[in-house]
């Protein structure tokens, strides 16, 4: 048993509260927490799909799914063998630490080097709730055209990741790669954007050799 | 001057308030309002513009703009020659009556037959907010997944027109137009679905003569 049931109530008061308890409990156990956020259909289940079909020989990996609706995504994760628990937020439109707090009784952290937090699809809400995660991702299609950093610069100015998907429709659609680089420069110039196709594998490598490196270091800063 | 300022006052207290006053003004000044909604990169502006070229030599066009930042969008419709006016929400995740309340007095509503609102590409916030419109639309892109029905069925649920955005992608994304409509039909067995290409024009005749025959239908009832 993870957590002391009297704690859990008066975590569960308050998100920030919630949020730095879950920070702790992640550091306490050595775990990893990246959250990923994007909007809808942007390929963030993809993503993990491949992220965890490239990880989970070498690295214990679980999931948090959040959907307003259905357990499709937890079933395409737990189809690779990899502890999922969904959330079903019903209208909610984005997820908060409370909620994660509530889950985490379900996994044996201790066992676990990464937790990926799939958000609910949405470029607005998600990225005011800190989840006590050591990373935000946010994953950029290219169908949704590149003038989303400048529109919605909330999500990409808080995050320390944009990974650019989908690069195998580029021929096909209305992206510039270099003016995404430099709106996102303008922007937040601490973050780093990596292009990939989820689909395809092109690029992943260097999402990959990320999670690795920053599960190095967060390791063994522990 | 369209508004009284006192009643404005009023009417700005209240979501709820503000969308039967935006209603009834729509109502007494003959405008037919439509209020578009998705994702973010769906298409939102694209189908506008296009709509915008096909109308604007037979009815008076105008334009509300919904964008947490930039007027990116309101000077693509500007370009054509069409009043638009545009709110930034900064952070905020949905249009609320009142926001729409609040630009009315800059439009001469008596001279204009079609008010397009276009809300913040957000698939979740916006579907629970009324504008006082006679209808909604959701635009959903190939791009995004069929399975975005089923996993964001609020939104479908409370629209009574899908477009199928992006279908030149079809060949190059995974998107299965017929499970789509069996989907949107369990959900909302209302709604209708109209499968376009903003970008060839695919399709866009049947959306086109939809917006005539309902601004028909909503200027001999009034």
Same sequence: chains 1, 2.
């Avoid at 949020?19 to 409990?25: M, S």
């Avoid at 956020?37 to 990880?55: C, D, I, R």
């Avoid at 395809?200 to 490598?205: F, K, M, N, R, S």
Wanted: aromatic share 6%; with cysteine.
């Amino acid at each position: 048993m993870i957590m002391n049931i009297k704690l859990q109530k008066d975590v569960l008061k308050d998100q920030n509260v919630a949020a730095t308890y879950n920070r702790n409990l992640f550091h306490q156990h050595k775990t990893l927490v990246i959250n990923l956020m994007s909007s809808p259909g942007a390929g963030k289940t993809t993503l993990l799909e491949q992220t965890v079909k490239a990880l989970k020989d070498e690295l214990q990996i679980a999931v948090i799914e959040g959907d307003l609706a259905t357990e499709r995504d937890a079933e395409r994760l737990r189809a690779l063998g990899v502890k999922t628990v969904q959330i079903n937020t019903v209208g909610g439109c984005h997820l908060d630490a409370r909620m994660i707090a509530k889950k985490l009784p379900l996994f044996e952290l201790d066992e676990i080097d990464i937790l990926f937090i799939e958000n609910i699809g949405n470029l607005v809400c998600p990225s005011g709730y800190d989840l006590g995660q050591h990373y935000k991702v946010v994953i950029l299609s290219t169908p949704e055209g590149n003038d989303k950093i400048p529109k919605y610069p909330v999500m990409f100015r808080r995050t320390d990741i944009t990974v650019i998907n989908k690069v195998d429709l580029l021929p096909y659609v209305t992206f510039d790669l270099d003016e995404a680089r430099k709106d996102l420069e303008t922007i937040n110039p601490e973050a780093q954007l990596k292009a990939v196709s989820a689909q395809t594998g092109e690029g992943l490598e260097d999402w990959i050799t990320w999670i690795k490196d920053v599960y190095k270091t967060c390791s063994e800063n522990r």
